[in-house]
């Protein structure tokens, strides 16, 4: 036995730095966790692995589809359970008064439920561009549209944003 990778081995790799990257965005503008959306990445590339059916046509359609269900799961299945928060231990951080965190806390919570009123498109314009930093033709790509269509959906997503926060009563002070 090698210790050379196997095809297998090279094939998922070669499909992991291709998309894992777009699927966490994507997964999370569906939850808006960061660990639960990585935690849907590393499921659908489990069931990947071991997935032993037909041959996939468009690996990336079918690692969505199976994060999306793997989502959907787990939002059933904690929707009854407790939420915990670290708030208590970031308090024990110096650096910041226990206020600055509570309100830190509030603002993130606010703009995660006005996300969550969002359409889908507009929630994924905004996390590719806000949380993983991509350029219009990065998103343009992705999107499959043009980078001046790009623009236009961000400019209406963040006008949409904005009005939601301050129907919540945040402004933009």
């Not at 297998?8 to 998309?19: C, G, H, P, S, V």
Request: aromatic share 8%.
């Amino acid at each position: 036995m090698t210790d050379e990778p196997s095809i297998e081995t090279d094939y998922l790799d070669a499909i992991y730095r291709e998309n894992s990257r777009e699927l966490w965005a994507i997964f999370y503008s569906q939850c808006s966790d960061p660990e639960r959306a990585y935690d849907a990445v590393q499921e659908a590339f489990l069931k990947l692995h071991s997935y032993t059916g037909e041959p996939i046509r468009d690996p990336r359609a079918w690692l969505l589809r199976v994060g999306q269900n793997w989502l959907r799961d787990v939002a059933r299945r904690k929707s009854s359970s407790c939420k915990l928060t670290s708030t208590l231990d970031e308090m024990s951080n110096e650096r910041f008064a226990p206020e600055q965190l509570m309100a830190s806390d509030e603002n993130r919570g606010a703009v995660r439920g006005a996300l969550q009123q969002m359409l889908e498109d507009d929630r994924k314009v905004l996390v590719m561009k806000y949380a993983l930093d991509w350029s219009s033709a990065q998103m343009a790509k992705v999107m499959d549209c043009t980078a001046a269509a790009v623009d236009m959906r961000l400019s209406r997503a963040r006008r949409r944003l904005a009005e939601l926060l301050e129907e919540q009563g945040y402004s933009n002070d």
